[in-house]
Nanobody, 125 residues
Framework: VQLQASGGGLVQAGGSLRLSCAAS????????VGWFRQAPGKERTFVGA????????FYADSVKDRFTVSRDNAKKTVYLQMSRLKPEDTAIYYC???????????????????WGQGTQVTVSS
């Protein structure tokens, strides 16, 4: 299983970015996907997650109402739409795939088996 995250970059505060996470080597539609981020010198934290069907999403309080996770199972891709970005959103963003078929979307990093390489998001003030 391989996950390829992309779409990061430099954006001004208040701006938007859309990250993508493309999967290969698995029947993607069966598995929940999570997004996490890690800022310099800090631990990796949960951002948002989506169920295998795409019908259920949930978010960290810090990004709720600003970020949206969606998926296109036909394209084996999950998206993280980020709006009203803040400097504190600066981090490397990772997508991760659970290995439990039809498993619930989770907030814990330990619940995810496969990880992408990360994409840098930098928000300038």
């Amino acid at each position: 299983v391989q996950l390829q995250a992309s779409g990061g970059g430099l954006v001004q505060a208040g701006g938007s970015l859309r990250l993508s996470c493309a999967a290969s080597g698995t029947t993607f539609a069966y598995y929940a996907v999570g997004w996490f981020r890690q800022a310099p010198g800090k631990e990796r934290t949960f951002v948002g997650a989506i169920s295998w069907s795409g019908t259920y999403t949930f978010y960290a309080d810090s990004v709720k109402d600003r970020f949206t996770v969606s998926r296109d199972n036909a394209k084996k891709t999950v998206y993280l739409q980020m709006s009203r970005l803040k400097p504190e959103d600066t981090a490397i963003y990772y997508c991760a795939l659970r290995s439990a078929r039809y498993g619930e979307a989770k907030a814990g990093a330990d619940d995810y088996r496969y990880w992408g390489q990360g994409t840098q998001v930098t928000v300038s003030s």
